[in-house]
DNA sequence: AGCCACTTCTG
DNA sequence: AGAAGTGGC
């Protein structure tokens, strides 16, 4: 129990004994010290939104009363520095070693890579492992040895790999604990006053912590899992896993759902149940792509930022406050849209379609910058998770090769008799469209007059008329593209110059600045609390898939209704009117950090570099990678280095946005050129 | 066989 | 949105 030779377990997202390599390892060792650091500034613009420290808070709660069962406890400590705070850790420990699995998001990837060799020059050793994902980014790749640039082809390989995904590790029985009386915790906080009235509802509908994930997954597993290719279309079902939240604090091991799943499949199978099997490969899908996103952050650490395919760099993004507004609030006049927006900042949740859906909208129809969608996402979903929704907004934004296309706008009107073909979603979400026939449900602003007046709804006063009528946002996007094609045609002529001329690049990547927090934090919707016509339900009985409550602000009808002349001269908003005063209230925005700094990051970022190393090599030197090797334990590490290796190139194209040697752009020719070449035939 | 309408899929 | 597939006649 003294200190001397104990190990340092550092848990981030991986708060789970079971299948937790990292502590796995830290207790075959000796005596631990579970160490947790809440660091949030260190995230950048990436400060966890409200609800997701509230899941982090519970998260933590929940191991911590479990390690205490085990002999130990968590030490929590408060920083902005986790380097520093591990290096305290050290000294009032006098841990010899340091544990922790791998993150990567562009953050982790740096820091964690400075942590190791801070902490080794301190003598310490450090190693680290895979807890995340089936296989790490670097063991998987094609013939050449290159990483993936579509997912269809990378999840083929990951499922087709020589090796099985590793078999999940029992959580421990018994931990040792080394002597932390010098290491005090500190108090954590995780929401201020303002926020504790808008979380006490989410317990309702969600209880995170490890064990929880465990009885999620079991009850998903031997529940709706069978049906999840029949029900995954719907809007509203309660037939996903809802094990998204749990797998981002890593609260369940993907190796173990993996397993799981794969067991019934083999099961189902035996019994030739098509449909089972059916669903148990679409459900591996979407792990699939989680594993994905991880891939692709690592392998590209500036797609949360940058478009992967650097034409869209030229798009000339309508930089309206007042339609991200309007978007945010869910009163854009589509009933599928508005409904997913409203459930969105009710809950923190949205069904996997719906997130498409209104994401797209804001993309294609808005020609909002997608980034300022992401960010949104980022702030209010309970799930938000870095690399996942990257990944998500490229595809939307049609920046991947294997994306939606660039030009493709999909009608709100039709996806919403697709996903909700009765219309039960809408009007639980839009109760001022509530006494709306289905037939018109979709599509209110061709309901003939008798209709709309007998379901009390008036167009452009209590429900809104569509922002941009479908026809317009088609014309307006073809005309942003063919800008978009020009300039990048120009830029490119001009960059050819350049070179010619023994230039650099100078073309500099100008992201989009985000509006300002105040702004957004100050923007309460407004209420106008029209009596007539209004469904009155109490919060308590929305109904949320599997959630039944909302994240709703108990304490703030009042603020709401003080807001109510400033917001009567907002002409443009068509605020509807009897709209539930349970989601009227805007989430607040989270911390007041700073968000213009993402933009200078964006021009400061390092160059990344990931060179494949041995094990915790001393030498960083770049070196291909090591295909055929299969470790795990600290086996096989990514090595952050400034020199070049064989994936820098990947990046360095995407500077200029137009492709060098063999950047993601030149490896995929055709959907650029493609694109472009019917854009110009078109326009020109 | 050949045509059309309808469904489903597309990360 | 558009391709590809299915099934009816």
Not at 264 to 277: P, S, T
Request: glycine share 6%; aromatic share 10%.
């Amino acid at each position: 129990m003294s200190g001397g030779r104990c190990s340092i377990v550092w848990l981030r997202r991986d708060l789970r004994v079971e299948d937790n390599p990292a502590l796995a390892a830290g207790v075959r060792a000796g005596a631990i010290v579970a160490v947790f650091i809440w660091a949030p500034e260190e995230e950048g613009l990436y400060y966890p939104g409200r609800v997701s420290r509230w899941w982090l808070k519970h998260s933590l709660a929940h191991l911590d009363a479990f390690l205490r069962t085990l002999g130990t406890s968590l030490v929590t400590k408060r920083s902005n520095d986790s380097i520093s705070s591990l290096l305290e850790v050290v000294k009032s420990t006098g841990a010899t070693q340091l544990f922790f699995n791998h993150l990567y998001d562009p953050i982790s990837l740096v820091r964690d890579q400075r942590a190791k060799e801070v902490l080794t020059a301190q003598g310490v050793a450090v190693r680290s492992f895979n807890a995340d994902l089936l296989y790490e980014p670097w063991e998987v790749h094609d013939g050449e040895g290159r990483p993936f640039t579509t997912f269809a082809a990378f999840w083929d390989r990951c499922l087709s790999m020589s090796y099985d995904p590793e078999a999940p590790l029992l959580p421990p029985k018994r931990i040792i604990s080394a002597d932390v009386s010098r290491c005090p915790s500190d108090t954590l906080v995780f929401e201020d006053e303002s926020e504790k009235g808008s979380n006490a509802l989410l317990a309702r509908a969600w209880s995170p912590g490890w064990s929880n994930a465990d009885k999620a997954l079991t009850t998903f597993i031997n529940g709706p899992l069978i049906e999840y290719s029949k029900n995954r279309r719907k809007a509203d079902s309660a037939t996903t896993s809802f094990l998204s939240p749990h797998l981002h604090f890593g609260e369940v091991s993907v190796r173990k759902v993996f397993h799981l799943v794969r067991m019934k499949q083999v099961l189902w199978a035996n019994e030739g149940n098509k449909a089972g099997e059916e669903s148990v490969n679409l459900f591996l899908g979407s792990i699939g792509l989680r594993e994905y996103s991880r891939y692709m952050s690592f392998n590209h650490p500036q797609s949360h930022e940058r478009p992967l395919l650097g034409h869209l760099k030229y798009f000339p993004w309508v930089v309206d406050e007042s339609y991200f507004k309007i978007w945010r609030q869910g009163r854009t006049g589509y009933p599928l849209v508005d409904a997913g927006m409203r459930e969105l900042w009710a809950t923190g949740w949205l069904h996997d379609r719906i997130r498409v859906v209104v994401s797209s909208f804001f993309v294609k129809v808005l020609l909002l910058p997608w980034r300022w969608g992401m960010k949104y996402f980022w702030d209010t979903l309970l799930d938000a998770d870095l690399e996942s929704d990257a990944l998500g907004w490229q595809y939307i934004s049609g920046t991947l090769p294997d994306g939606r296309e660039l030009d493709r706008i999909d009608n709100p009107q039709f996806e919403g008799y697709k996903f909700d073909p009765n219309g039960e979603y809408v009007r639980r979400w839009l109760p001022e469209l509530a006494r709306l026939p289905t037939e018109w449900i979709h599509h209110p602003w061709n309901a003939p007059e008798s209709v709309l007046q007998a379901a009390g709804i008036e167009l452009g006063s209590n429900y809104p008329l569509p922002i941009v009528e479908i026809d317009a946002a088609k014309a307006r996007l073809q005309e942003a593209l063919s800008q978009m094609w020009q300039h990048e045609a120009a830029s490119r002529a001009a960059i050819e110059n350049e070179m010619e001329e023994g230039l650099g690049d100078s073309s500099e990547y100008a992201p989009i600045a985000f509006p300002e927090d105040t702004q957004m934090e100050t923007d309460h919707e407004p209420v106008r609390n029209n009596p007539v016509n209004t469904v009155t339900r109490r919060y308590e009985d929305q109904m949320v898939p599997s959630m039944t409550s909302s994240l709703v602000r108990v304490d703030d009808e009042e603020t709401s209704v003080g807001l109510r002349n400033s917001a009567a001269d907002d002409s443009r908003a068509e605020v509807p009117t009897n709209i539930n005063v349970n989601v009227t209230e805007e989430p607040r925005e989270p911390h007041g950090h700073d968000v213009m700094q993402t933009v200078r990051t964006i021009n400061t970022f390092p160059q990344f570099n990931f060179a494949m190393g041995p094990r915790d090599s001393e030498d960083s030197t770049a070196e291909s990678s090591s295909s055929s090797k299969r470790e795990r334990d600290g086996g096989v590490v990514p090595v952050w280095s400034p020199s070049s290796s064989n994936y820098s190139e990947q990046f360095t194209g995407e500077d200029n946005g137009i492709g060098t040697s063999s950047s993601y752009l030149q490896r995929h020719p055709q959907s650029h050129q493609l694109v472009n070449w019917r854009r110009l035939s078109q326009t020109g």
